[in-house]
């Protein structure tokens, strides 16, 4: 069973950005030293969102919209509860939204993940999708016609999943998928996360068709670990 949790610590900017310097490697290490603990995860600790790329954010707060996220597989959900009370009692977090979801490589994958913090930016977007879409219609626009433009226009990624949430819990919102891009560097995403201002213009006309809405993307830098 795959998950994705969101953290977030309410508070002011300060107290949220203490939170995210929580120690990570630790953490990671609590979680997998429990004895049904998941193979492998990953943590992404939030950063604020670069204005210069323009996506679509209204106002002037660019902070992440979460704090922390947690992905991982996990053998049952009493498991994932376990560490994500670990999660939070590290770094006082209020909020926690978990959702289990199906994942699918678009881009990249084939090289070994090096362990610990990866170089490079991570972007994760929740999706809202059309209420009055047919799943079979949705899957075809995202994951073939979307997926295909996708990888030609967001030229500096590196890796591309879509994560299909199958059931939300701990009072998520009706996130229905998330898209994830990682960015082997700050340049590779500033001069490729977009191949042109025409491909901008295609990627907004291509996501009407199936998203009903943009929550705010998270920015941030990704962990990665395994069990011993």
Aim: hydrophobic fraction near 40%; glycine fraction near 10%; aromatic fraction near 10%.
């Amino acid at each position: 069973m795959s998950f994705i949790v969101l953290f977030r610590r309410d508070g002011s900017s300060e107290e949220r950005l203490a939170a995210r310097g929580l120690d990570v490697g630790a953490l990671a290490g609590a979680i997998l030293a429990d004895d049904d603990a998941p193979g492998s995860l990953s943590i992404l600790v939030g950063q604020n969102e670069p204005r210069e790329l323009g996506l679509y954010r209204d106002g002037d707060d660019f902070s992440p919209p979460y704090d922390i996220v947690l992905r991982s597989d996990f053998r049952d959900e009493p498991s994932l509860l376990r560490s994500v009370r670990r999660v939070q009692a590290a770094g006082g977090f209020d909020l926690a939204h978990a959702f289990e979801v199906e994942e699918t490589r678009v881009k990249g994958g084939s090289r070994p993940i090096p362990h610990g913090c990866q170089a490079g930016i991570h972007m994760m977007h929740p999706l809202f999708f059309h209420e009055d879409l047919p799943r079979t219609a949705l899957l075809r626009s995202w994951r073939e016609i979307h997926a295909d433009l996708a990888v030609r226009i967001h030229v500096g990624a590196e890796t591309y999943s879509q994560f299909l949430v199958l059931k939300r819990m701990m009072n998520g919102p009706d996130f229905g998928g998330f898209s994830s891009l990682h960015f082997p560097s700050r340049d590779a995403m500033m001069n490729g996360y977009f191949e042109s201002d025409r491909g901008r213009a295609e990627i907004r006309h291509d996501i009407r068709h199936f998203i009903r809405g943009l929550p705010p993307r998270l920015f941030a830098t990704l962990h990665t670990y395994e069990r011993p």
